[in-house]
């Protein structure tokens, strides 16, 4: 199993307050990634980073903000949280794009539920 | 617009009852296909990825290919272990550091 670990694994909210959420990776792999999964929707990508302090946006990043100082960490912001934002989130990393080795590996989510 | 479907979404089987699910997208340009298996309150898992049409992949009881507008997933004698939601992913050569999911296909096999 890819060396990847989140936290907290499940956090309640409430609506209007920040919350902070971490993944550690010990593969030292390049890219990582934040995804939502919603029921209908599947895993939608949040941000992602190819590098420390390299990030970029995705489909859905609006309310949503990241950081990565180290390349064994990847966290996602939200500023302040909103009802919308209940949903499990899961981090994944890859060793590179546009190689053979682009597979991404994912930890095992967090369930946030914002009240 | 990149996207994936699957279908369908969701299927009971038998234990040793065979099938097949299908994921079909559309991208510019294929880069890579990707199946996962997720069990109840976890991660995917990653299964099989897929490059080029006519190329299949084997694991246990699965086998994935490939062609130009689809892949299934087949499933052989499948045991009630193998109930889980699978997920197909596809990677587009232009934005090749993007991913997009299908909605997966929820399988229950039972005994």
């Known amino acids: 199993d890819a060396g990847i670990t989140q936290s907290p694994r499940h956090k309640v909210t409430e609506t209007g307050t920040p919350v902070t959420l971490r993944c550690h990776q010990t593969?030292?792999?390049?890219?990582m990634y934040w995804y939502r999964q919603d029921p209908g929707h599947g895993l939608r990508l949040i941000h992602y980073s190819y590098g420390v302090k390299d990030t970029d946006k995705g489909e859905v990043s609006d309310g949503y903000s990241v950081s990565r100082s180290k390349t064994e960490d990847f966290l996602l912001t939200l500023e302040s949280a909103t009802s919308s934002q209940t949903s499990v989130y899961f981090c994944a990393i890859s060793e590179s794009v546009g190689g053979s080795t682009d597979t991404q590996y994912f930890g095992p989510g967090t369930r946030l539920t914002v009240l | 617009e990149d996207q994936v479907t699957q279908s369908p979404e969701a299927l009971r089987l038998q234990e040793g009852e065979s099938s097949s699910l299908n994921c079909s997208y559309t991208v510019s340009g294929l880069r890579g296909l990707f199946w996962y298996r997720q069990d109840p309150g976890k991660g995917p898992e990653f299964l099989f990825t897929l490059y080029s049409a006519g190329e299949e992949k084997e694991k246990e009881r699965l086998k994935a290919t490939l062609t130009k507008k689809e892949s299934f997933l087949h499933i052989t004698a499948p045991k009630p272990e193998d109930s889980a939601t699978y997920l197909c992913a596809v990677q587009a050569r232009r934005i090749f550091n993007k991913f997009y999911f299908g909605s997966g296909t929820k399988l229950n096999v039972k005994p």
């Open positions: 593969e030292n792999h390049r890219y």
